[in-house]
């Protein structure tokens, strides 16, 4: 395939949404695969963004940057969490193996 046509087939799977977030309207480009899961990241921003105007936070940027600290320190704990997880199952499995290992060289034993 030629690189013009990579281009023009990765222009028709890009098109252009309209996200709202505190009843104002953003266009965005998104790829096709990608429009359910940028929904619905707008649906949670907005969701968010609400919260803190509720709570007296005033001004769209004001209450973009708060949200945007907020949800990223959640990205970061999840981060945090899905890494300590990762080492915990590591860990046993490691010592699943460990046995499995012993187990066979005890029935090789028995063997001989």
């Known amino acids: 395939m030629s690189n013009a046509s990579q281009k023009n087939g990765a222009k028709e799977n890009v098109k252009l949404l309209n996200i709202s977030?505190?009843?104002?309207?953003?266009?965005v480009k998104c790829t096709v695969d990608k429009i359910k899961e940028l929904n619905d990241a707008a649906d949670?921003?907005?969701k968010e963004m609400r919260k803190m105007r509720?709570?007296?936070?005033?001004g769209l940027d004001r209450i973009a940057v708060?949200?945007?600290?907020?949800?990223?320190?959640?990205?970061?704990?999840?981060?945090?969490?899905?890494?300590?997880?990762?080492h915990v199952v590591s860990s046993k499995v490691k010592g699943i193996q460990k046995r499995i290992d012993?187990?066979?060289?005890?029935?090789?034993?028995?063997?001989l």
């Open 21 to 27: 977030l505190l009843d104002k309207v953003f266009q």
């Open 44 to 46: 949670r921003l907005d």
């Open 54 to 58: 509720q709570a007296g936070v005033v």
């Open 66 to 86: 708060i949200t945007a600290l907020n949800l990223t320190r959640l990205v970061n704990e999840l981060e945090k969490n899905l890494n300590n997880n990762v």
């Open 102 to 111: 012993d187990s066979l060289t005890h029935i090789e034993q028995l063997e």
